[in-house]
């Protein structure tokens, strides 16, 4: 091994060039909060905007297939909605991700001020108007969140970090089981695993409750958790690049 001159910076690679697989990783951490977030802003569409998705859109695919076949009273156009606000995110973050993709910290702080911004908007939007469910004001804010989850999802899938989605958990359930132990597995990324699973079903419960108060609470909540992430993680990501 060849020894490093005195005086000279040890090389580390940039946070964003590996996957992080160990929760003390700062990637892992903001990761996580993400995926809190997720939580919040899926308990606000789902709980008070009519049975839809902002974040999960299986479950928005499963919930138009039912709609459609008018099966009890579950909504179309909603869903319709959160898909297309969804996909139109994620192009804008695919072309995020291919013009800033290699420049990790740049990449990230540009995706989150842009959810922050769009949970933020849409925070604004059930704040001055009577947002209930099949109006057009809950629209807005379904395609505002849902916006907000596509452009999230394109980064994170830039990112490439195994069982942190930060939006679906089915499998990184399925890895939890099947590589366990009592499956015959090594049990490698069960703590990883679970925390992600412990985060959304906390930023859910939390959303629930907030929700209780209006809209707006848990809205402010994924807002301020976008923007802290941007101020925070950052410029960790910015001194270890």
């Given at each position: 091994m060849s020894a490093v001159p005195a005086g000279a910076r040890p090389h580390r690679e940039p946070i964003g060039a590996r996957p992080a697989s160990s929760l003390r990783h700062p990637l892992a951490r903001a990761l996580l909060v993400m995926t809190f977030t997720t939580g919040l802003v899926d308990a606000v569409s789902y709980l008070g905007l009519g049975r839809v998705f902002a974040a999960n859109m299986t479950g928005n695919i499963v919930l138009l297939g039912f709609g459609i076949a008018g099966s009890a009273g579950l909504p179309v156009v909603a869903p319709l909605v959160s898909l297309g606000a969804f996909l139109a995110g994620s192009a804008a973050g695919g072309m995020l991700a291919r013009t800033t993709g290699d420049r990790h910290p740049q990449h990230i702080a540009r995706a989150l001020w842009i959810e922050s911004a769009l949970v933020f908007a849409a925070a604004i939007v059930a704040a001055a108007t009577d947002v209930r469910p099949s109006t057009f004001s809950a629209d807005a804010v379904i395609a505002l969140l849902a916006l907000a989850m596509g452009v999230r999802n394109a980064t994170v899938r830039r990112l490439g970090v195994p069982d942190l989605t930060t939006t679906v958990l089915t499998m990184t359930l399925t890895g939890l089981a099947a590589d366990s132990r009592i499956a015959g597995g090594s049990g490698e990324g069960s703590v990883r695993r679970i925390a992600a699973v412990l985060a959304m079903l906390s930023g859910?419960?939390?959303?629930?409750?907030?929700?209780?108060?209006?809209?707006?609470?848990?809205?402010l909540a994924a807002a301020a958790l976008a923007l802290l992430l941007a101020l925070v993680y950052v410029p960790i990501a910015r001194r270890r690049g």
């Open positions: 859910a419960v939390a959303g629930a409750l907030l929700l209780k108060i209006s809209l707006v609470p848990p809205l």
